[in-house]
């Protein structure tokens, strides 16, 4: 019996401007303040200004916008508040309109601004502001190295490491871990072993490279000989033996741990779990003291992955609170085991909760529909849900409509992609030879190249 999916339902001026002011003041300043408010704004100094803005959460980013504009007065310290908020919030193009516009620059606001291109993978535009830069410290170059080094130029970044004037342990660290998480393990040794002053990060990367080039014995000896550890550095040594398949020399380590986090709790649970040590698994989950809704979703997905569909009700249902990825896990453990009736029940009940679906929701229940009804209803919930021209989604919808028989839908879903990647095409030209259109599967192709 086919399943439905039903979408859901869906003077007077004056004291006008200045009391626009304090309410804008008001909005961005915790409450027990407010009674230092001034009730004129122009005997407000830049500095107290400054001190309004900088009170500021990502929340009400737009206020002090708006604060920020009908200041009367700004100096340095206000330009960077206000860039600094917007880097913080993840608006790097708010940042750099504003940047470009500042009447002075100083290296603090430079290296926020550096640091927040290198994170986004700008690293051209990154280099060339700070070849400008006419003065830098040792935080500017650390913000370079580190950025060649997540994208795995640790050419470039050696280069400019070798012209610091000065470093510290984390221009060390940055230059370790680069070439570390390059599997140029020797290089990173060497310039661990060079490293005047070693701090527990440096060690932590050091033993973290070992870890994910799969040399857990390397990483354990010199775990071993760590003059003081950190939470992160058992959690990094523990998570290498799980994933060896070492469980036992995890477990060891686990129980003489001086303390533990919900990371170390749960990484041991879906370990022990993944090595098929369900009861042991089950024993350890029940001894966490704190269960946050990440932990619960671990325990969810390790039992869909071992086929106990019922344990992932059970534990779902027992859940203090849920999440997206909470039913995520439900349903698409359900239906990779097989679970269609049951995967369904739970997404009708996720659409009438607080929870929404998102793509990856989706596109695992389109996975599992049976008929170009059922695939129709689903890509036109994701429209409503605004999914509609995402490219996961809309590869997956050009497969289903192929599937069930839909040839024409299939390529119309394709030609709307706003987006297409190369899973886009290899499901256009399976779905044309799947359906005996060779010829078309064949301009698909060319049209492939083409596109480049």
């Not at 997404?347 to 929404?356: A, C, Q």
């Not at 929701?361 to 529909?369: G, N, S």
């Not at 605004?386 to 599937?403: E, I, K």
């Amino acid at each position: 019996m086919n399943t439905r999916y039903s979408p859901p339902f869906a003077l007077a001026r004056r004291r006008r401007r200045r009391s626009s002011h304090l309410h804008l003041l008001a909005l961005i300043q915790p409450k027990p303040t407010r009674r230092h408010v001034h009730t004129d704004l122009s005997l407000i100094n830049v500095r107290t200004f400054n001190q309004r803005l900088s009170l500021c959460r990502q929340r009400n980013v737009e206020q002090a916008r708006l604060l920020f504009d009908q200041m009367p007065q700004k100096d340095l310290v206000t330009h960077s508040t206000m860039i600094n908020l917007y880097l913080k919030t993840n608006n790097l193009p708010q940042a750099l309109s504003l940047f470009a516009r500042l009447p002075e620059r100083n290296v603090v606001v430079d290296s926020a601004v550096l640091d927040g291109l290198s994170k986004a993978g700008r690293l051209p535009e990154a280099r060339q502001l700070f070849d400008r830069m006419p003065e830098r410290n040792v935080y500017s170059w650390t913000i370079l190295v580190s950025g060649y080094c997540r994208t795995g130029e640790v050419g470039q970044a050696r280069e400019l490491f070798d012209r610091m004037p000065v470093r510290n342990a984390y221009s060390w660290t940055a230059m370790v871990l680069g070439y570390a998480r390059s599997g140029m393990l020797r290089e990173a040794r060497e310039l661990f072993d060079q490293m005047p002053e070693k701090n527990v990060v440096s060690w932590t990367a050091m033993v973290r490279g070992y870890v994910e080039c799969g040399r857990v014995g390397e990483a354990r000896e010199l775990f071993n000989r760590m003059g003081h550890r950190n939470l992160y550095s058992w959690n990094v040594m523990i998570l290498g033996y799980l994933e060896e398949g070492r469980v036992g020399e995890a477990v060891e380590l686990f129980e003489s741990m001086p303390e533990r986090n919900v990371v170390t709790w749960t990484s041991m649970v879906t370990g022990l779990a993944r090595s098929g040590e369900m009861g042991k698994a089950r024993e350890l989950f029940g001894r966490m003291p704190k269960k946050d809704v990440a932990a619960w979703n671990a325990m969810i997905v390790v039992c869909a992955e071992e086929g106990l569909v019922n344990e992932v009700r059970e534990l779902f249902d027992l859940m203090p609170e849920r999440n997206v990825v909470s039913w995520n896990a439900a349903i698409g453990g359900n239906v990779r085991n097989g679970f269609r009736e049951e995967a369904s029940r739970l997404f009708i009940e996720m659409l009438r909760s607080p929870s929404k679906p998102n793509e990856a929701t989706l596109t695992t229940v389109l996975v599992a529909a049976e008929s170009t009804f059922e695939v129709t209803e689903i890509h036109g919930l994701a429209t409503l849900l605004g999914f509609g021209s995402d490219t996961s989604f809309g590869n997956a919808l050009v497969t289903m409509y192929s599937r069930t028989g839909d040839l024409g839908s299939a390529r119309l879903a394709f030609e709307e992609l706003m987006v297409k990647d190369v899973v886009s095409w290899t499901s256009i030209i399976q779905a044309y030879s799947y359906h005996g259109c060779g010829a078309f599967a064949l301009q698909a192709f060319a049209r492939m190249l083409r596109w480049g």
